[in-house]
């Protein structure tokens, strides 16, 4: 049982360039999530999905964009990434759906550092 | 004022001490509240949630106080591996997923 797995792990782009950070959970939850963590903030929510089928913005979604492909994956892809973008991203993964909360598991986070 | 704000520390507290760190809130209306543990460059895992009439799982205490809008954590017999950033999380608006997070209070448990 593998849990929430991210990748890459690490990567550096360059202003403009695109890329799709990859999650999947193996713990058939219902609901996912992409968070950024910057110094000195807490985490902050990009996208989430409460459902297969749904995705729906969350605080800072701007210059992001997401795809629930099936119940276990939740991509999220920088169309022209920009420094202020750099940031460690966090997938999540709960069980229940909207209105209830669960306890939600992360992802080991990727750091992305964009010049 | 931020939504949810926590000291960042760091508090350095020699092992065997007693410590507890606050988290105040904004949001009258909020109704769960939880504290995360967060490694150094690990993800956060759930530690605890904060129940109304306070909450105690071995070493860690948790209070809610809505009069004054904050909870605390109370770590009782502190270890090394407590060295952490305790991350505090408040669902404000029921029926929504969006979790808010605290940028979290460092941890150094010293030998």
């Known amino acids: 049982n593998a849990g929430v797995t991210q990748t890459p792990k690490f990567q550096v782009l360059k202003t403009g360039q695109s890329m799709t950070l990859q999650c999947a959970q193996d713990?058939?939850?219902?609901?996912m999530y992409w968070y950024r963590q910057d110094p000195g903030m807490g985490l902050r929510l990009i996208y989430y999905s409460a459902s297969e089928g749904t995705t729906d913005k969350g605080e800072v979604p701007n210059g992001y964009n997401v795809s629930r492909l099936n119940k276990r994956e939740f991509s999220l892809r920088l169309e022209s990434a920009a420094p202020s973008q750099t940031s460690v991203y966090f997938c999540?993964?709960?069980?229940?759906?909207?209105?209830?909360?669960?306890?939600?598991?992360f992802g080991p986070g990727t750091r992305l550092t964009v010049l | 004022r931020k939504e949810v704000e926590q000291d960042p520390g760091p508090f350095n507290v020699p092992e065997g001490a007693t410590v507890a760190f606050n988290c105040t809130y904004s949001n009258s209306a909020s109704q769960s509240f939880f504290w995360y543990r967060q490694d150094c460059r690990k993800e956060p895992k759930l530690l605890m949630s904060?129940?109304?009439?306070?909450n105690e799982d071995g070493r860690f205490t948790a209070q809610l106080n809505r009069a004054s809008q904050y909870i605390s954590l109370l770590i009782r017999d502190s270890k090394l591996s407590d060295s952490a950033t305790y991350l505090c999380?408040?669902?404000?608006?029921?029926?929504?997923?969006?979790?808010?997070w605290g940028a979290g209070t460092k941890l150094i448990i010293k030998p």
């Open positions: 999540a993964s709960s069980e229940l759906g909207q209105g209830v909360y669960n306890e939600q598991f």
């Open positions: 713990m058939n939850h219902n609901s």
């Open positions: 904060v129940y109304s009439s306070g």
């Open positions: 999380v408040v669902i404000g608006r029921p029926s929504n997923y969006q979790l808010i």
